[in-house]
């Protein structure tokens, strides 16, 4: 306590007295002031002529033989001698420096980080500034690129979408940074989303026709580079493929990289899933195109979408949704115009009229096993998968009887009866996918998360089985269906969402 407060509470004490005259007298000490936290003792005289006297008669303190009396917050009372004691009760407790302390610390820290996030604000400010600036001229630039008949490169698709994931990122930034109201930020996300679409869909139309003359020069390439080898080594030159649709090979000896030809229209969470084209003997070049992403519990199939042509499957347009009830796994198949596909939660193949969108008819397929008891690895709900090859309709599956070993079965498209069947030894979980190719059963297996191989066949021809090792390149992990074409004699492959084209290569037979 500092020294001034003993003489304050003396004087307190005066004050209390009540005296008319209170000139000084006698000697007034403070002996010792109590409180509620550790007692604080002081002593102080005060030398007056007639305190005594005065203060007995008139004051509110106690002389020698009375009661002392008590004031708020403090009690006096004098002694014999004429001596002023006085107890006072402090009110509050001792001042809490500690706190005071901390509560200085964190007003600094909280003007710090203030300073620093008004910065941070002052720098987005800026930024948005100059990347209104470039929204406007990538609008404008775009804007010429979609009235303009000029074929742009690759170059200027790469250039235009660096800016935009560069705003992109700022636009995150600034959503992260930014509390309360973001009006301004929201709008330009969502110019920027716009344009990334925009650039996208112009992209594809570009792509599409380099698409087309890279294919030429490759075949082109591929036709100088055999007669250069022939001539060198004074060898024939190979005799051409076999015609579309013609068994006259030797099967399947090599297949090409993958081809995207594009995502599925309901997007990346629809990882599972088939696609294909439909097949016709009468017709064989004119058949449409179908996309069929089952929802994303991978199972169950509710819609898919028809195209007339490559052209609209690639822009996503004139595109018919049809809707059935419904669908279960991706082995479905596109056969003269009518799909065949597992129905939900039985042992039955159903046969839906693409014209109608109708079923037109459901049949049991005898002893096979379903909902997920014998389905493909990586794979659910495929315990029953339909192909189409030259020679029609095919379906693969597993019975118990067959201890999951894959069966193969000739359907009649019609009536979806089973016209032959044959067993094989090849444990169908083990197997990531199959498709038919002249009656030949291939299947693939997984090598990593970039390769699978087509390591397995049976020809249902000659009930003759056996080991193959073509490594098949992948865009994404999980093969969900193989579709094979046989006018295009091309794989259809639904990859983890995408569309993809494999290009098959036959061994040729000497003429």
Same mark, same amino acid.
């Given at each position: 306590?500092?020294?001034?407060?003993?003489?304050?509470?003396?004087?307190?004490?005066?004050?209390?007295?009540?005296?008319? *005259?209170?000139? /000084?007298?006698?000697?007034?000490?403070?002996?010792?002031? #109590?409180?509620? +936290? =550790?007692?604080? $003792?002081? !002593?102080?005289?005060?030398?007056?002529?007639?305190?005594?006297?005065? *203060?007995?008669? /008139?004051?509110?303190?106690?002389?020698?033989?009375?009661? #002392?009396?008590? +004031? =708020?917050?403090? $009690?006096? !009372?004098?002694?014999?001698?004429?001596?002023?004691?006085?107890?006072?009760?402090?009110?509050?407790?001792?001042?809490?420096?500690?706190?005071?302390?901390?509560?200085?610390?964190?007003?600094? $820290?909280? !003007?710090?980080?203030?300073?620093?996030?008004?910065?941070?604000?002052?720098?987005?400010?800026?930024?948005?500034?100059?990347?209104?600036?470039?929204?406007?001229?990538?609008?404008?630039?775009?804007?010429?690129?979609?009235?303009?008949?000029?074929?742009?490169?690759?170059?200027?698709?790469?250039?235009?979408?660096?800016?935009?994931?560069?705003?992109?990122?700022?636009?995150?930034?600034?959503?992260?940074?930014?509390?309360?109201?973001?009006?301004?930020?929201?709008?330009?996300?969502?110019?920027?989303?716009?344009?990334?679409?925009?650039?996208?869909?112009?992209?594809?139309?570009?792509?599409?026709?380099?698409?087309?003359?890279?294919?030429?020069?490759?075949?082109?390439?591929?036709?100088?580079?055999?007669?250069?080898?022939?001539?060198?080594?004074?060898?024939?030159?190979?005799?051409?493929?076999?015609?579309?649709?013609?068994?006259?090979?030797?099967?399947?000896?090599?297949?090409?990289?993958?081809?995207?030809?594009?995502?599925?229209?309901?997007?990346?969470?629809?990882?599972?899933?088939?696609?294909?084209?439909?097949?016709?003997?009468?017709?064989?070049?004119?058949?449409?195109?179908?996309?069929?992403?089952?929802?994303?519990?991978?199972?169950?199939?509710?819609?898919?979408?028809?195209?007339?042509?490559?052209?609209?499957?690639?822009?996503?347009?004139?595109?018919?949704?049809?809707?059935?009830?419904?669908?279960?796994?991706?082995?479905?198949?596109?056969?003269?115009?009518?799909?065949?596909?597992?129905?939900?939660?039985?042992?039955?193949?159903?046969?839906?009229?693409?014209?109608?969108?109708?079923?037109?008819?459901?049949?049991?397929?005898?002893?096979?096993?379903?909902?997920?008891?014998?389905?493909?690895?990586?794979?659910?709900?495929?315990?029953?998968?339909?192909?189409?090859?030259?020679?029609?309709?095919?379906?693969?599956?597993?019975?118990?009887?067959?201890?999951?070993?894959?069966?193969?079965?000739?359907?009649?498209?019609?009536?979806?009866?089973?016209?032959?069947?044959?067993?094989?030894?090849?444990?169908?979980?083990?197997?990531?996918?199959?498709?038919?190719?002249?009656?030949?059963?291939?299947?693939?297996?997984?090598?990593?998360?970039?390769?699978?191989?087509?390591?397995?066949?049976?020809?249902?021809?000659?009930?003759?089985?056996?080991?193959?090792?073509?490594?098949?390149?992948?865009?994404?992990?999980?093969?969900?269906?193989?579709?094979?074409?046989?006018?295009?004699?091309?794989?259809?492959?639904?990859?983890?969402?995408?569309?993809?084209?494999?290009?098959?290569?036959?061994?040729?037979?000497?003429?």
């Amino acid at each position: 306590m500092k020294p001034g407060l003993p003489c304050l509470l003396a004087l307190l004490c005066l004050l209390h007295s009540d005296t008319a *005259s209170v000139w /000084g007298i006698a000697a007034i000490s403070t002996d010792a002031i #109590s409180t509620d +936290f =550790p007692t604080i $003792t002081a !002593s102080t005289s005060f030398l007056t002529s007639d305190f005594s006297s005065t *203060s007995a008669s /008139g004051s509110g303190w106690s002389t020698p033989g009375s009661e #002392s009396q008590s +004031f =708020p917050n403090f $009690t006096g !009372s004098k002694d014999d001698r004429g001596t002023c004691q006085c107890s006072v009760i402090l009110p509050d407790t001792t001042f809490p420096v500690e706190r005071v302390e901390r509560l200085e610390i964190i007003a600094q $820290t909280i !003007s710090q980080k203030f300073e620093k996030e008004f910065s941070k604000v002052k720098e987005y400010v800026q930024l948005i500034s100059v990347y209104e600036k470039k929204l406007s001229n990538l609008t404008v630039r775009i804007e010429i690129m979609e009235k303009d008949t000029i074929s742009y490169t690759e170059l200027d698709f790469e250039l235009i979408k660096v800016e935009v994931r560069e705003m992109e990122k700022l636009i995150k930034q600034l959503k992260v940074g930014f509390v309360g109201s973001s009006v301004i930020v929201d709008q330009l996300e969502v110019e920027i989303r716009n344009m990334t679409l925009l650039v996208e869909k112009l992209e594809t139309l570009d792509k599409n026709n380099v698409l087309a003359i890279r294919r030429q020069i490759v075949a082109l390439k591929n036709k100088l580079k055999e007669c250069e080898d022939s001539k060198v080594g004074n060898l024939p030159a190979l005799p051409p493929p076999p015609a579309p649709g013609s068994c006259a090979h030797g099967g399947v000896v090599n297949i090409s990289r993958p081809v995207i030809v594009q995502l599925n229209w309901k997007g990346f969470s629809y990882q599972y899933g088939a696609w294909g084209r439909d097949y016709s003997p009468q017709h064989p070049g004119k058949g449409l195109y179908w996309v069929a992403p089952l929802d994303t519990d991978g199972r169950t199939l509710r819609y898919y979408r028809i195209y007339n042509t490559l052209d609209d499957l690639l822009l996503y347009t004139n595109a018919r949704e049809n809707w059935i009830y419904y669908g279960q796994g991706g082995g479905l198949v596109v056969y003269k115009n009518n799909m065949y596909v597992n129905w939900y939660n039985t042992q039955n193949i159903a046969k839906v009229n693409l014209t109608t969108a109708t079923v037109a008819l459901t049949q049991t397929l005898p002893d096979a096993a379903y909902n997920n008891r014998f389905s493909y690895a990586n794979v659910g709900w495929q315990d029953i998968d339909l192909a189409v090859d030259e020679n029609g309709l095919w379906v693969t599956y597993a019975t118990e009887a067959s201890t999951g070993n894959m069966v193969i079965s000739k359907l009649n498209d019609t009536t979806l009866e089973v016209l032959n069947t044959w067993h094989t030894k090849q444990y169908k979980p083990s197997v990531t996918n199959t498709f038919m190719v002249c009656g030949v059963l291939y299947a693939t297996r997984t090598l990593n998360t970039r390769t699978e191989e087509i390591f397995y066949y049976y020809d249902t021809s000659t009930g003759k089985e056996g080991k193959l090792n073509i490594a098949m390149q992948k865009m994404k992990e999980t093969l969900q269906s193989i579709n094979y074409h046989p006018f295009e004699q091309k794989l259809f492959v639904y990859n983890d969402g995408y569309l993809l084209n494999y290009d098959l290569v036959f061994q040729q037979i000497p003429q």
